[in-house]
């Protein structure tokens, strides 16, 4: 797995089956998650944050994944509309970039339950959106 950790710069980093698996039980707990969630993955899947924050979880609890090959913040907006998308992982600019689509006031975001986002602080003008 490849994280940038503190440093911002991408890192290898060991983990075990074990890791991945108790990391996931504890998100799980810690989150919730249903087999009625549906989750968008639009980050790689060689990150930490791609494979490990949302998608193998949704291979625990049977719930649907709609995984995007690369990053559009268009193809997002559109995604998070068509399968009524409810819980999404990315970095604050994934989410800055989708604010700033011409359709963005018009995309219908009320199936969102959930976003974790992660990788830099998130500016507080971000949150208000």
Not at 7 to 31: E, S
Request: hydrophobic share 45%.
């Amino acid at each position: 797995m490849y994280t940038s950790g503190t440093t911002g710069l991408p890192k290898g980093a060991m983990l075990t089956h074990g890791n991945i698996l108790w990391n996931n039980i504890n998100a799980g707990l810690a989150f919730g998650g249903s087999r009625d969630d549906v989750i968008l993955t639009a980050v790689p899947l060689f990150h930490i944050g791609g494979l490990n924050v949302m998608t193998i979880a949704s291979f625990h609890t049977g719930s649907t994944r709609v995984l995007l090959r690369g990053f559009d913040p268009g193809l997002a907006l559109a995604n998070i509309q068509r399968y009524r998308v409810t819980h999404m992982f990315g970095a604050p600019a994934m989410f800055l970039f989708m604010s700033q689509q011409p359709q963005f006031a018009e995309t219908d975001l009320d199936s969102i339950v959930t976003i974790i986002c992660g990788a830099a602080p998130v500016p507080e003008s971000l949150i208000e959106l």
